[in-house]
T-cell receptor
Framework: GENVEQHPSTLSVQEGDSAVIKCTYSDSASNYFPWYKQELGKGPQLIIDIRSNVGEKKDQRIAVTLNKTAKHFSLHITETQPEDSAVYFCAAIPSNDYKLSFGAGTTVTVRA | SAVISQKPSRDICQRGTSLTIQCQVDSQVTMMFWYRQQPGQSLTLIATANQGSEATYESGFVIDKFPISRPNLTFSTLTVSNMSPEDSSIYLC??????????FGPGTRLTVL
């Protein structure tokens, strides 16, 4: 099955700086890569996703990049704000499946 | 997207008892899933709730411990049976909306004493 590794496990950044989270996956058949943000006491929220036919996708201060050859994808948050503090999870789904395989999560803290 | 609600939002239960968690979605969906999130951990898929047939369980999860119902395309329940403190977790339902995207409910925070 798919194995997703996520780094770092914790990330502390100064407000206004950028944050980058990286994930690698094992199954070359994976073709859908969502990112979820989970705030304390809430369920995971889908914030951005990318499909394997695209190398990069942006949505305001958030961007995701995908390198299919190296089997890794990354989340970039620019101009971080205190409300970006949360746990972020990457995930992957192989093309012949519907089940999400999650990374271990990254706790992001934005210092004011 | 889809709007998903769960009941209860949290509960504290005694060991040996059972708790049924409800998941309601605001539109008809084919795929519904149940996850467990242990404290400080990632999400683990328990089962896929199939409408009109038995749920499909992942390795390590069995129907006797986690019976699931899916009476229609907008509702599902997960029961945590014969609970022990090790069952203390957040239980989340999710749905697959259009084009493979999955959306999660707010979760049920369960503490077993």
């Amino acid at each position: 099955g798919e194995n997703v590794e996520q780094h770092p496990s914790t990330l502390s950044v100064q407000e206004g700086d950028s944050a980058v989270i990286k994930c690698t996956y094992s199954d070359s058949a994976s073709n859908y890569f969502p990112w979820y943000k989970q705030e304390l006491g809430k369920g995971p929220q889908l914030i951005i996703d990318i499909r394997s036919n695209v190398g990069e996708k942006k949505d305001q201060r958030i961007a995701v990049t995908l390198n299919k050859t190296a089997k890794h994808f990354s989340l970039h948050i620019t101009e971080t704000q205190p409300e970006d503090s949360a746990v972020y999870f990457c995930a992957a789904i192989p093309s012949n499946d519907y089940k999400l395989s999650f990374g271990a999560g990254t706790t992001v803290t934005v210092r004011a | 997207s889809a709007v998903i609600s769960q009941k209860p939002s949290r509960d504290i239960c005694q060991r040996g008892t059972s708790l049924t968690i409800q998941c309601q979605v605001d539109s008809q969906v084919t795929m519904m899933f149940w996850y467990r999130q242990q404290p400080g951990q990632s999400l683990t898929l328990i089962a896929t709730a199939n409408q009109g047939s038995e749920a499909t369980y992942e390795s390590g999860f069995v129907i006797d411990k986690f019976p699931i119902s899916r009476p229609n395309l907008t509702f599902s329940t997960l029961t945590v049976s014969n609970m022990s403190p090790e069952d203390s977790s957040i239980y989340l339902c999710s749905v697959e909306a259009s084009q493979i995207e999955q959306f999660f409910g707010p979760g049920t925070r369960l503490t077993v004493l």
